[in-house]
């Protein structure tokens, strides 16, 4: 089992342009979770979906964020534009019927 | 709603001593809680959960936490510390199955030789 996969692993972008973050569950698993690190807000839940279905986007901090499950082997989180301020570490995490989660390594996000 | 506060942003103890993370919880339904380690440039990993049953649970590392609902605790301890146990300790609630994890701002632990 590979696990979650996040690509990429890092990302250096300049304020303005779109960045697109990926991430692949762990087959089986049918729920998925985008999940934003910082120090200063710590471990903010941005989205999640259920089946491919967006169960509550309430966390997403503005129209400029954007999440996407086509199908249950991939999801994206795209900021366009993105800001400075979404300098972050934005993780991914998957999950079966039971309560565990098995994150990703995370993509560390620069906006200059 | 859920929420979790952690007492202490950073505990540092000595190799071999007692390990104390603690953690409160609120919930309007009966919780689900969990215990997170993240090692520097990684993503977290699960150390321990709480679901129904038997309220003190064990986990991976020696770790074990109990769930005290009068208290509405779920605090985290490890008879003896080691180095390899430093590490930042996130606890995290959910309500109903189905919901997401709410996280706590999450304790870094120090272990001094």
């Known amino acids: 089992d590979a696990g979650v996969i996040q690509s990429p692993r890092h990302e250096v972008t300049e304020m303005g342009q779109e960045v697109t973050l990926r991430c692949k569950p762990i087959?089986?698993?049918?729920?998925l979770f985008w999940y934003r690190q910082t120090m200063m807000r710590g471990l903010e839940l941005l989205i999640y979906?259920?089946?491919?279905?967006?169960?509550?986007d309430s966390g997403m901090p503005e129209d400029r964020f954007s999440a996407k499950m086509p199908n249950a082997s991939f999801s994206t989180l795209k900021i366009q534009p993105s800001e400075p301020r979404d300098s972050a570490v934005y993780f991914c995490?998957?999950?079966?019927?039971?309560?565990?989660?098995?994150f990703g390594s995370g993509t560390r996000l620069t906006v200059v | 709603a859920q929420s979790v506060t952690q007492l202490g942003s950073h505990v540092s103890v000595s190799e071999g001593a007692l390990v104390l993370l603690r953690c409160n919880y609120s919930?309007?339904?009966?919780?689900?809680l969990f215990w997170y380690v993240q090692y520097p440039n990684q993503g977290l990993q699960l150390l321990l959960k709480?679901?129904?049953?038997?309220?003190l649970v064990k986990g991976i590392n020696g770790f074990e936490a109990e769930f005290k609902k009068s208290e509405t605790s779920f605090h985290l301890t490890k008879p003896s510390a080691h180095m390899s146990d430093a590490a930042e300790y996130f606890c995290?609630?959910?309500?109903?199955?189905?919901?997401?994890?709410?996280f706590g701002k999450g304790t870094t632990l120090s272990v001094s030789s």
């Open positions: 995490a998957s999950r079966p019927e039971d309560y565990g989660y098995t």
């Open positions: 087959s089986g698993h049918n729920s």
């Open positions: 979906f259920n089946n491919n279905v967006p169960i509550d």
């Open positions: 919930s309007s339904v009966p919780p689900y």
């Open positions: 709480y679901t129904t049953g038997a309220t």
């Open positions: 995290a609630v959910s309500g109903k199955a189905g919901t997401a994890l709410i």
